[in-house]
């Protein structure tokens, strides 16, 4: 009989802080996918620095595409935006690594594939 006494002296505390925990609440994460052919460029071009396995520091806090997909729409868009701009400027992967590793340029067909999925999914999300 105590014991029921205690629960219902903290019924109220309960509702009050689920309630105050709910509402602070990030948006959704917004619907990225990574099709198919989206993912075997990114994976083979660029997931070796944009990832937990990536060795610089530099790389994994300007874009990690696993996390991308947690991101809230404007966030993700920002970052979007970021891939576009250097895939218009050709800067990814970087020129010095390239020198090393030319097989990792981007083709021409990459380039646009991955530029074409980057912008419709900034549409999708200014929806
Ligand atoms: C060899 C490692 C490496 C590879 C491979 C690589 N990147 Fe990067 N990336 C970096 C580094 C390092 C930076 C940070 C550059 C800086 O801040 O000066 C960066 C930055 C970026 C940024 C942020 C640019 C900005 O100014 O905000 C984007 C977007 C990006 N990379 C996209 C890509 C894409 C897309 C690919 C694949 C096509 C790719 N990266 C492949 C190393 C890499």
Redo the contacts with the bound molecule.
């Keep these: 009989m105590k014991n029921l006494k205690c629960y219902l002296l903290f019924l109220p505390a309960f509702f009050f802080l689920q309630s105050a925990t709910t509402s602070v609440q990030e948006p959704a994460a917004a619907k990225l996918k990574y099709p198919k052919k989206v993912n075997a460029i ?1 994976q083979e ?2 997931y ?3 990832s937990p396995e990536g060795k ?1 520091d ?2 994994k806090q ?2 990690m595409w696993d996390e991308l997909l947690q991101l809230n729409a404007a966030e993700q868009s920002e ?1 979007l935006q ?2 576009v701009k ?2 218009e400027e050709g800067k ?3 020129a010095r ?1 390239l020198e090393k590793m030319p097989e ?1 340029k ?1 083709t021409e067909a990459e380039t646009a594939k ?1 530029k074409k999925w980057a912008e419709k999914a900034i549409k999708k999300n200014s929806k």
Aim: overall charge positive; hydrophobic content about 45%.
């Design positions: 990114i071009k660029c070796g620095c944009h610089g530099k790389a300007k874009l970052k970021n891939i250097v895939l990814m992967p970087p690594f990792k981007l991955l």
